[in-house]
């Protein structure tokens, strides 16, 4: 029998759909996409792209601790973008977040995004 938690934290948005923000099984962490929305108004912060992606790491940090873990718990990383030019900011940012050995992880681009973010990320956390 499994051992599945629903993880839930207001420091990260509410879900905006029939989804949790996590689910944790045992040891895994099955981390929800997080878009760049500020957890207190709900609506998208404002600013330039790197602004954007550093909410959602922000956003995916606040639900691992919720899961009693952290970023560098993730041991994968999608990252969805409307626009791989922005890739190589993903790259600076993301390297403000987890240091070496780094997850592994995916880089999609996509056509659109909810609430028409430009950046999501959702991950698998172990700990």
Known sequence: ??????????????????????????????????????????SLVEGDFATQAHQVFKNLRAVCEAANGSLADIVKLNIYLTDLANFPIVNEVMAEYFNQPYPARAAIGVSQLPKGAVIEADGVMVV
């Open 1 to 42: 029998m499994t051992n599945k938690a629903i993880i839930h934290t207001t420091n990260a948005p509410a879900a905006i759909g029939t989804y949790s923000q996590a689910i944790k099984v045992n040891n895994t962490t099955y981390l929800s996409g997080q878009i760049p929305l500020d957890p207190k108004t709900m």
